[in-house]
């Protein structure tokens, strides 16, 4: 199975600042991968697909990049409403594996 | 809207069996296929199973395989998921989730989640 990793695992930040989270597969996924943000007690959200396309809805300020087997989700300017979890999956393979999450809170 | 509710969930013994349902709105369920994600207390997303928007094609986790079953009911935009010989282990909010459309062969993401239901597994 593909196993995938996310870093960091905690990120403190302030509002405004740039955020970059890292999502690395074992084995190459191409660009199949997703993003989702997760706050507390609420299901997850979609941000990104297929690496880099954006989910309709979704604030332009989230930006997804990769192929292969490293990926990064970017925030350009964080807001208030970005402090939460956030997690990547591949769906190459029908093991549809997610990363362990990266939680972003507040510098 | 796109709406997905869960159900079923509750506290059962180790060893017994559940049924968790989700029913779907505002899409034609027919014609998607259908994720179960579940998510221990405090710990991260694990996906549990997939559909074809027919039914023609199932695939589970390694951790529940053989014990789980999931399935749909195209007349009743409904799906299920059965479990059997439920272990502590198995104890998470569970979410059904509906499959994207921009996927790798018929592996899609999840673009619209339900709520989830609570599944506990204790003596």
């Known amino acids: 199975d593909i196993q995938m990793t996310q870093s960091p695992s905690t990120l403190s930040a302030s509002v405004g600042d740039r955020v970059t989270i890292t999502c690395r597969a074992s084995q190459s996924i191409s660009v199949w991968l997703a993003w989702y943000q997760q706050k507390p007690g609420k299901a997850p959200n979609l941000l990104i697909y297929?690496?880099?396309s954006l989910e309709s809805g979704v604030p332009s300020r989230f930006s997804g990049s990769g192929s292969g087997t490293e990926f990064t989700l970017t925030i350009s300017s964080l807001q208030p409403d970005d402090f939460a979890t956030y997690y990547c999956q591949q769906y190459n393979s029908f093991s549809f594996t997610f990363g362990p999450g990266t939680k972003v809170d507040m510098k | 809207q796109v709406q997905l509710v869960e159900s079923g969930g509750g506290v059962v013994q180790p060893g017994r069996s559940l049924r968790l349902s989700c029913s779907t709105s505002g899409f034609s369920f027919s014609n998607y296929g259908i994720h179960w994600v579940r998510q221990a207390p405090g710990k991260g997303l694990e996906w549990v199973a997939v559909i074809w928007y027919d039914g023609s094609n199932k695939y589970y986790a390694d951790s529940v395989k053989g014990r789980f079953t999931i399935s749909r009911d195209n007349s009743k935009n409904t799906l299920y998921l059965q479990m059997n010989s439920l272990r502590a282990e198995d104890t998470a909010v569970y979410y059904c989730?509906?499959?994207?459309?921009?996927?790798?062969?018929?592996?899609?993401?999840?673009?619209?989640w339900g709520q989830g239901t609570l599944v506990t597994v204790s003596s």
């Open positions: 297929k690496a880099s």
């Open positions: 989730a509906r499959a994207g459309n921009v996927c790798s062969g018929g592996s899609c993401y999840s673009d619209y």
